[in-house]
């Protein structure tokens, strides 16, 4: 999902009239287009040197406003969602809840059968427990703590290594740029989002991923490229770019099993969010800032210009706004399928060779002796099975398989 990182493009540096010495500027090219980054100056202290005489050595040192960080929360929010899928199959322990399991010698970490389960990962009712997103328990039961356990969920570790591949390619150039709490921040917020957006549309359907806070970040990108327009070199092959790689990403969430409700709202919350975190002050105010005394640099008053400022002051009010409209009406049972009849193939189209029916297994079920006989409410189909005092969840798993 990274977008190629282009040369770079040095620009002339910026020089005093009566001085030999020069105010250098370093170029570090990001995500295609080339930011340019005023840190490396000469100290105030240093005196202009005479036209005739040597220029006097450059003194490198950071401009806080372009500083690189050191990444580590996304890494270690890559550890979390790890150990969280751990110990999710550890609670999962589908030998003793299921029939039959993928790769037993796993012990109580192997995995649900393909027909329940095609990522390799737990039960349905597993994520239940560990905190997946229901619809009816956070309007029902005002369990809205599931808005944010559902981020730290996944379905198996296809589902897994996809997202944290992702999360580490995409989040860890943000979090060196802009630091580890405005990326933070935007990738917990956009991954509320999602989950917001995923409720109020698939409310019969469980919910689990960090995809909505992974397309929050792609938002940001986009946001952060488009308010920090004047400086970057590239403009429009860079925007071009990101723009493609979202497009594409958008059109994977139409096929089945996949919520792109969630990449959608995610999307939306960080890309109103990035003019928000992700603004940077002009290039000439950074550069008359930081310039010794006896340089002469282009006169700059304002620390923002003004399409940045009405970028960051509508796009914080359209999100209040729209988070707040989204988790009443949430909390209230509002069902937006009812008032939108074509939304739902934003999240799935179906074909041919797919059905978007994702409703969850029911059977109803009969016990004589060790025979255990179901059948699936929604197909029809039934089968027997010999079971000795089966348990709920393995009754669910076998429906699960049946339909």
Request: a positive charge.
């Amino acid at each position: 999902m990274a977008v190629s990182r282009g040369e770079p493009d040095p620009r002339p540096p910026l020089s005093s009239s009566s001085s030999a010495s020069e105010i250098h500027v370093r170029v570090n090219s990001r995500r295609g287009a080339n930011a340019i980054h005023p840190v490396d100056i000469p100290t105030a202290t240093t005196p202009p040197a005479p036209a005739a005489a040597t220029p006097s050595p450059v003194v490198f040192r950071e401009v806080k406003h372009f500083r690189s960080w050191v990444p580590w929360l996304l890494p270690t929010f890559v550890v979390a969602n790890t150990v969280m899928f751990v110990i999710t199959m550890y609670v999962n322990n589908c030998p003793k809840n299921s029939v039959s399991c993928i790769a037993r010698f796993l012990g109580r970490f192997s995995f649900q059968p393909f027909k329940e389960n095609p990522l390799l990962g737990p039960s349905s009712s597993t994520l239940q427990k560990m905190g997946g997103l229901e619809a009816s328990k956070v309007v029902d039961r005002h369990q809205v703590w599931l808005l944010v356990t559902c981020i730290w969920l996944h379905g198996g570790v296809f589902h897994l290594l996809a997202n944290m591949l992702s999360l580490l390619v995409i989040g860890i150039r943000l979090e060196q740029d802009f630091g580890f709490v405005r990326i933070g921040l935007l990738y917990i917020i956009s991954g509320i989002g999602g989950s917001l957006l995923s409720a109020l549309f698939l409310q019969s359907n469980i919910s689990v991923g960090a995809s909505g806070a992974l397309f929050g970040l792609l938002g940001g990108m986009l946001s952060e490229l488009i308010i920090n327009w004047s400086i970057y070199t590239n403009k429009v092959a860079a925007f071009v770019t990101l723009l493609s790689i979202i497009v594409v990403n958008l059109a994977v969430g139409i096929l089945p099993h996949v919520d792109n409700f969630a990449h959608i709202g995610g999307f939306l919350s960080g890309f109103f969010l990035g003019f928000v975190f992700l603004i940077r002050p002009q290039f000439g105010w950074v550069s008359q800032r930081y310039a010794p005394p006896g340089y002469l640099t282009t006169s700059v008053r304002s620390k923002f210009k003004k399409y940045q400022c009405i970028l960051w002051i509508s796009s914080l009010i359209v999100f209040i706004v729209g988070f707040t409209v989204a988790l009443v009406l949430l909390l209230r049972g509002f069902d937006a399928n009812d008032h939108c009849s074509w939304c739902h193939y934003l999240s799935c189209v179906p074909t041919s060779r797919w059905s978007c029916n994702s409703n969850p297994a029911y059977c109803s079920s009969t016990q004589l002796g060790s025979q255990l006989n179901l059948t699936c409410s929604t197909n029809g189909k039934s089968s027997t099975y010999t079971l000795q005092n089966p348990t709920a969840s393995k009754i669910q798993g076998l429906c699960s398989e049946l339909c």
